[in-house]
């Protein structure tokens, strides 16, 4: 979180680029924990029921990890 605020007042490519890459491996950690909790078989598990807070959680996870990606590798003006 301070990486974040210190990005808003300080523009440099290097801190952009950690910043991104940073994201893009927490969002790549919650991408492995939600499909595990979608597998099963530990103790913290979803239910059948839950079917569509599974799908809207991985759903969230990959277009948070594209959008990181987007930004790291964009055009900087």
């Not at 950690?18 to 078989?41: A, E, N, P, S």
């Not at 239910?47 to 930004?71: C, G, H, K, S, W």
Request: glycine share 8%; with cysteine; aromatic share 12%.
């Amino acid at each position: 979180m301070t990486l974040g605020l210190v990005t808003i007042f300080v523009h440099s490519n290097f801190l952009d680029n950690l910043y991104c890459c940073l994201g893009v491996f927490v969002f790549g950690i919650y991408l492995i924990v939600d499909t595990q909790l979608i597998m099963g078989g530990k103790q913290v598990e979803l239910a059948i029921d839950e079917y569509i807070l599974a799908a809207m959680m991985l759903y969230i996870d990959i277009i948070q990890i594209f959008l990181y990606i987007l930004r790291l590798l964009g055009d900087r003006r």
